[in-house]
């Protein structure tokens, strides 16, 4: 089976994680995506984040109508910062039979070259890269790449951080979340 890992802090999850996910699925070889909630991203501080089981919560109840959109905690137990190559590592180990890719925003694309063994995640990995809206261009050397593949995905410019300040600001912003997810946050009074 083809697994597409869609990594993230998932602070919450919202629609435009969806639809991306969703559009990778269908219209690519993948056969599901995994959620891969972490714990705490190199690149972001761990202030902010709400607790890993309230966030695996959240994508769990986003995805449970979706049979090919799965969540996973499976970086809930291995060690900290999170490393992507550590991971793919060990779920190659955990599933032998699986065949594991990365989505990649095309902005993180830029950056991938200053990830810990890179190349080693390109020789034995496919990337799915899904356009975002970005500036500058994207590094030369991953231009032809054959294991990086863009995918006319739906451009999708929601962050969670304007959703979780819109909350706190008091402002509706449910048609951003899927509504399980936002009756969770409402319930839990997250964000406020």
Do not use: C
């Not at 639809?19 to 991203?41: C, R």
């Not at 009756?183 to 009074?189: G, T």
């Amino acid at each position: 089976m083809k697994i597409g890992l869609y990594f993230g802090s998932f602070n919450p999850i919202h629609i435009g994680h969806l639809v991306i996910a969703n559009h990778m699925v269908e219209n690519s070889d993948l056969d599901q995506i995994w959620f891969v909630v972490t714990p705490h991203n190199p690149f972001k501080k761990k202030s902010s984040l709400l607790d890993n089981f309230q966030r695996l919560e959240m994508v769990y109840k986003a995805t449970k109508d979706y049979d090919k959109l799965k969540p996973s905690d499976i970086e809930f137990n291995l060690p900290q910062p999170n490393y992507t190559i550590n991971t793919l590592t060990y779920l190659k180990e955990k599933h032998p039979k699986h065949e594991f890719s990365l989505i990649m925003g095309e902005d993180n694309l830029k950056s991938f070259h200053k990830w810990k063994n890179h190349e080693l995640i390109l020789e034995n990995h496919h990337i799915y890269i899904y356009p975002r809206i970005s500036e500058g261009k994207t590094e030369t050397q991953f231009d032809k790449h054959p294991k990086i593949h863009p995918v006319a995905a739906p451009i999708m410019e929601i962050s969670s951080t304007y959703i979780r300040k819109a909350i706190k600001d008091k402002k509706n912003i449910k048609p951003l979340l899927p509504q399980h997810v936002w009756e969770y946050l409402d319930e839990m009074n997250f964000y406020k």
